[in-house]
């Protein structure tokens, strides 16, 4: 990529590729009301920021530990996931449909202690085909490795609620949910001394967000508030001798302190680092339990 290409939108739709939403609609497991009308089930729609990574070729979602909590939390009060859905396509000049993802039964883990804020969803071989055609990109060992000590910027992206538009039409069949959404590309001033309530015993990479700023769809998408964009990457932008753009992802949006407009993110190295540890031993474990002869397992 050359200079004349770095203008916010290019940037926007390069990186663009390596993040999806997933839009879930949930409602109420027993009506407020008559059965028949499905309003008194009370149909609601979330989304989630998540970006893509391969670690061993196996394809994960990541996002925010705390996000996946919440979701957690959300279901336990008497409410259950009608439908869920992954949205991609945002690197690419196409509108894509929706693709059909089983959210809940799709292997998942988080944590949310102590300034670690993470969440993976493994993918399963169809979704990676369904976000291969939608133009997705995984971010893989390039992305988080050999990253130089001088980096020209820094970019949070997501999908904040300010820049998303949801209407539920709620039917017999469980709803229709239409959600537009902008991504705005929003930069980052790192700092090293944040403010007291946001330090934690975790590393964590601290930076103040540039608000109003960004764009989306080729449109400015001014913003107040990035809620909705936990679970989001945040890359680092350097350029090599040849001024060829390169980029890397360094942490995954975890908080906010909206007051001085200063996030806090997790680094994605220690992430991908346990689950590299965790891939090889499972195979080893698997690689162990071989049937001599290489005969079939049933």
């Known amino acids: 990529m050359n200079d004349q290409d770095n203008a916010p939108a290019r940037l926007l739709k390069v990186l663009s590729k390596h993040v999806v939403q997933l839009s879930c609609l949930d409602a109420k ?88 804020d993470y969440a993976l969803i493994a993918l399963r071989p169809l979704d990676v ?54 991504t705005p590309l ?34 400015d998408v001014c913003l107040t508030d990035i809620s909705g964009m936990s679970g989001g990457p945040v890359f680092a932008i350097a350029h090599d001798g040849k001024k060829t753009l390169r980029y890397w992802v360094v942490a995954v949006q975890s908080s906010w302190l909206e007051s001085s407009r200063i996030l806090a993110a997790c680094p994605i190295k220690p992430l991908v680092d346990d689950l590299v540890r965790c891939i090889d031993q499972q195979q080893m474990e698997l690689e162990d339990h071989e049937i001599p002869g290489g005969g079939d397992r049933a």
């Open 29 to 116: 497991t027993e009506p407020e009301g008559t059965p028949t009308d499905v309003r008194n089930f009370d149909p609601k729609e979330f989304s989630i920021t998540a970006f893509v990574i391969s670690v061993r070729d196996v394809w994960f979602l990541v996002t925010a530990g705390h996000v996946l909590r919440d979701v957690e939390e959300r279901l336990k009060t008497g409410r259950q996931i009608v439908k869920s859905r992954l949205i991609d396509g945002f690197g690419t000049d196409e509108t894509l449909p929706p693709i059909v993802f089983a959210f809940e039964d799709m292997p998942k883990c988080h944590v949310f202690s102590g300034g670690l």
């Open 186 to 219: 929003l930069p980052l001033r790192p700092i090293t001394d944040p403010p007291e309530e946001m330090k934690l015993d975790a590393e964590r990479f601290h930076a103040e967000v540039m608000l109003p700023a960004g764009s989306g769809d080729g449109a």
């Open 129 to 182: 085909e369904n976000l291969i055609a939608g133009g997705v990109e995984p971010l893989s060992e390039g992305s988080w490795t050999d990253m130089p000590e001088e980096l020209d910027a820094y970019y949070l992206l997501g999908f904040p609620k300010q820049a998303t538009d949801t209407t539920v039409d709620s039917r017999p069949d469980g709803g229709m949910v239409n959600v537009s959404t902008g």
